[in-house]
């Protein structure tokens, strides 16, 4: 079981597909440090696993409190941080990071090329920040998952993304694939970012097949109906709760529904494809 801890949603990034909505009026109020460690004393015995996320937690100047008083207090949980990996720039906070021990990143990258990427995350120099943030980690020797979440401004260049990223992260435990959660910024920047999974999967299996011999590769929320018979061992499960996922009506008579990870029920409900071979 996964326990996640919400830092806040400041970020160092401003994302078109962010999940957390982004006004760029607003000014999101700070969640204190106490707060934090309340979230931590509130975590139930049998979870095993602190998942640090929503904003970007490594800008919080009082990151490794956090880790520290997670050490102390659930000495037998493991620490999973969700960043855009930028602060590891700095060998300073990479180094201190790898020190933490046992700590797993998740972060990611939005395309093989910089200006892409850049673009993406709104951030001039954010990819040269990440590139170099994730191979001080790998360095280190640190559990880190890339992640390639795929829409219309990066998929036709998924194939040159998947070789950036086998020559230039050997090491890294996972590479996972998968199609935005149409909600906060995403929804917001719909029209640039909404794409039908049929024509995103030429390009998905030409990056797998990049990948597979050398990496743990990974596709989060494609149902299974979606994928050629080949690709379908790369399927992950659910990762988020039901109330987030589409299923047809008649996906209970489908052999593949106990492990099918389903859809975002935002893409069923605003890609107008995206329904279409469910359940054919
Ligand atoms: S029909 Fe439904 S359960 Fe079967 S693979 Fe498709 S989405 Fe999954």
Redesign the pocket.
């Known amino acids: 079981m996964v326990y996640c801890i919400s830092t806040g949603h400041g970020c160092n990034n401003n994302c078109v597909m962010c999940v957390v909505r982004r006004d760029d009026n607003k000014v999101f109020e700070k969640i204190c440090t106490e707060d934090i460690f309340r979230q931590i004393d509130r975590m139930p015995e049998d979870e095993k696993e602190i998942v640090l996320t929503d904003g970007e937690p490594t800008i919080r100047d009082d990151i490794f409190d956090i880790i520290g008083y997670i050490r102390k207090h659930r000495p037998d949980a493991s620490i999973t941080i969700v960043t855009n990996g930028r602060m590891f720039y700095y060998s300073g906070f990479s180094d201190r990071m790898a020190s933490s021990g046992n700590v797993r990143i998740i972060t990611e990258i939005h395309d093989g090329s910089r200006e892409m990427h850049d673009r993406i995350t709104g951030c001039e120099g954010s990819f040269e920040q990440t590139v170099a943030g994730i191979k001080n980690l790998l360095r280190h020797g640190m559990d880190v998952e890339i992640r390639v979440l795929m829409h219309k401004m990066n998929y036709r260049n998924l194939e040159a993304t998947a070789k950036f990223v086998r020559n230039h992260f050997s090491g890294v435990s996972r590479v996972v694939f998968f199609p935005i959660d149409l909600v906060g910024n995403a929804r917001k920047n719909i029209e640039s970012l909404a794409i039908s999974l049929e024509e995103i999967m030429p390009h998905l299996e030409k990056a797998i097949d990049i990948l597979k011999n050398d990496f743990d590769v990974k596709i989060y929320h494609i149902?299974?109906?979606k994928i050629q018979k080949g690709y379908r061992d790369f399927v992950y499960g659910k990762t988020v709760e039901d109330a987030r996922l589409f299923?047809?009506g008649d996906?209970e008579s489908?052999s593949?529904?106990r492990s099918?990870p389903?859809?975002w029920k935002t893409y069923a409900k605003h890609v107008d494809s995206a329904v279409g071979l469910?359940?054919g």
């Open positions: 149902p299974y109906c299923f047809a996906c489908c593949f529904y099918c389903g859809l469910i359940g």
